[in-house]
């Protein structure tokens, strides 16, 4: 893609997504670092720092790509997406504001669909799933898969 085609002021690289919007991208390798037995190869997570209005233009950024790939695949039923908050995260109002409309957000729970370490890896068919995990009180980290 060349720049011409990026919208002013839209990072036009995941470096520059960190840097200026403070939103991370790390995919897992081959390797389980820690020796947990349960890691999942190639695991997605998007790390975002900052207050409840940084995870906010998260997710416009999100729905912005998901408005994209539906387009791009031009199917006639579009994909669902389904948000499974981690417990204290409140996202209420979030599908109100999002364009995407297969778009479920649910009610925040300790029990995520997935524990850690297993969500599935980017490959084939998958369902694309979103999971958030707060850090701190001022950081939420996310994983997809």
């Not at 081959?30 to 037995?37: A, L, S, Y």
């Not at 409309?101 to 925040?108: G, N, R, S």
Request: charged share 15%; with cysteine.
């Amino acid at each position: 893609m060349c720049s011409s085609d990026l919208s002013p002021g839209l990072p036009d690289s995941v470096h520059k997504l960190q840097q200026d919007a403070g939103i991370k991208l790390v995919l897992g390798s081959t390797e389980d670092p820690d020796g947990i037995g349960t890691f999942v190869q190639y695991r997605v997570a998007f790390y975002v720092a900052g207050e409840a209005d940084s995870l906010t233009n998260f997710f416009m950024l999100v729905d912005g790509y998901l408005n994209f790939k539906s387009r791009q695949l031009a199917r006639a039923t579009p994909f669902d997406v389904h948000i499974h908050p981690y417990a204290d995260v409140d996202l209420n109002g979030l599908s109100g504001q999002m364009i995407y409309t297969p778009l479920q957000v649910h009610e925040p729970s300790a029990g995520l669909p997935l524990e850690l370490f297993q969500a599935q890896p980017v490959q084939g068919k998958r369902v694309l799933s979103l999971y958030f995990e707060p850090e701190d009180c001022n950081s939420i980290s996310t994983s997809s898969s």
